[in-house]
């Protein structure tokens, strides 16, 4: 039996636009709504965390009125036949939900919450569900610290780049779907691919990748797209 041919994703918010989650850089979308800086930075964090962490429960209350698209259930259904893992940049668990086993998540997860003085100590960490989706403002961790959502906010370090560079360098194709490319460094995970690795695009729009990658972009939404991806991989 040969070994499954390795495929990683790297997702972004357009995989979850068909769920009904808006972007963040499309018209109408979230930063075009809230000021980022003031929401999703650490500095917006230490100014005003009762405004935090009311968008944060605005986002889990909208989460859990949403279901996978047919894009995650397709990506996911490719563990049948492929070594998959999932690198997401969106903090939505529709990857999980939709039977993904291997996710991992470059900015945080909102369905968790930690302490605001030891972010990565699983000791503190609380999942929300949708019986319990909010934290009124002020709740404290167990180490008496803010309780504020498990996300990694500009300005601060991405700790799972790491391993996240270390499966990108492993795979055997790469699929990008639903990402702009403009936050590094997920963005720059692109360039850990071996050379001569395929890199597919999965993107209603042109999205402008570093120069000298050969990339095969399929311009269309997740779903579409992931159709007609299975359809390529099948006959390669
Ligand atoms: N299917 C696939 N892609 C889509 C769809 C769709 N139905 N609709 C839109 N897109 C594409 C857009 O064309 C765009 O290229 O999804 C991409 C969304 O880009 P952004 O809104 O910039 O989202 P993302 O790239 O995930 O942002 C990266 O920025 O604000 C931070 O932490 C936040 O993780 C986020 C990061």
Redesign the pocket.
């Known amino acids: 039996m040969a070994a499954k041919k390795k495929v990683v994703f790297l997702t972004?918010?357009?995989?979850s636009?068909?769920s009904g989650i808006s972007?963040?850089?499309?018209a109408g979308?979230l930063?075009e709504q809230y000021p980022?800086m003031q929401v999703?930075s650490h500095t917006g964090w230490l100014q005003d965390p009762d405004l935090v962490t009311r968008f944060y429960n605005e986002r889990r209350r909208q989460l859990f009125n949403t279901q996978p698209c047919g894009?995650h259930k397709l990506v996911a259904a490719m563990e049948q036949d492929y070594d998959v893992v999932v690198i997401t940049?969106?903090v939505d668990d529709l990857h999980e939900r939709a039977g993904s086993t291997r996710v991992i998540h470059l900015?945080g997860e909102l369905c968790k919450v930690c302490s605001s003085r030891d972010v990565e100590n699983p000791r503190y960490w609380q999942t929300l569900g949708p019986d319990n989706c909010e934290v009124t403002p002020g709740t404290k961790a167990a180490d008496g610290s803010l309780l504020r959502p498990y996300i990694v906010f500009f300005e601060e370090a991405v700790p799972m780049i790491a391993p996240a560079a270390e499966q990108v360098g492993k795979a055997d194709i790469l699929v990008i779907?639903?990402?702009?490319?403009?936050?590094y460094p997920?963005a720059g995970l692109i360039n850990y691919t071996q050379s001569g690795t395929p890199i597919y695009l999965?993107?209603?729009?042109d999205?402008s990748v570093p120069y000298g990658l050969s990339v095969t972009h399929i311009k269309a939404?997740?779903t579409e797209?992931m159709k007609q991806l299975m359809e390529i991989l099948n006959k390669s």
């Open positions: 972004g918010a357009g995989m636009a068909e972007t963040f850089r499309d979308g930063w980022v999703a894009g940049q969106n900015h779907i639903g990402t702009s490319l403009n936050v997920a999965i993107d209603p729009k999205v939404g997740a797209g």
